[in-house]
């Protein structure tokens, strides 16, 4: 089990106590919107050792991520983990993808979870 300590996007829009509260820091002077844990490489998550979830994940695939998921996805993380706190509503919203459902379908299917997701087409 490793620690990992999660990039921060401050903004305009973002809480200057919200996500600070939530990792455990005290509130800054300056508004924090999102946290993120994940591969992303306009984000990265560090671990305590100082190497990168990417670089961690490179360096044994298989251990890191489990058979089903480098099965299923290759020897990258499939997601990214955001958290995001505005201080008011926000425009944004999340359109997924019927391939990427279809995909999570696939991955479900290899950890062994029901394959059906509304909306995706399993392909069989």
Excluded: Q
């Amino acid at each position: 089990m490793e620690k990992l300590i999660g990039w921060t996007k401050a903004d305009a829009w973002g809480s200057t106590n919200a996500i600070p509260e939530f990792l455990g820091a005290a509130a800054g002077d300056d508004p924090v919107s999102e946290v993120w844990f994940g591969t992303h490489p306009d984000g990265p998550t560090l671990l305590t050792s100082g190497d990168t979830l990417a670089e961690h994940i490179a360096a044994d695939p298989k251990r890191a991520l489990g058979g089903g998921l480098l099965y299923a996805f290759g020897s990258t993380l499939p997601y990214l983990a955001k958290s995001s706190r505005p201080p008011r509503p926000s425009p944004c919203r999340c359109i997924r993808r019927r391939r990427s459902l279809a995909r999570d379908t696939c991955a479900r299917r290899s950890w062994g979870l029901s394959a059906r997701i509304r909306g995706a087409s399993t392909g069989t």
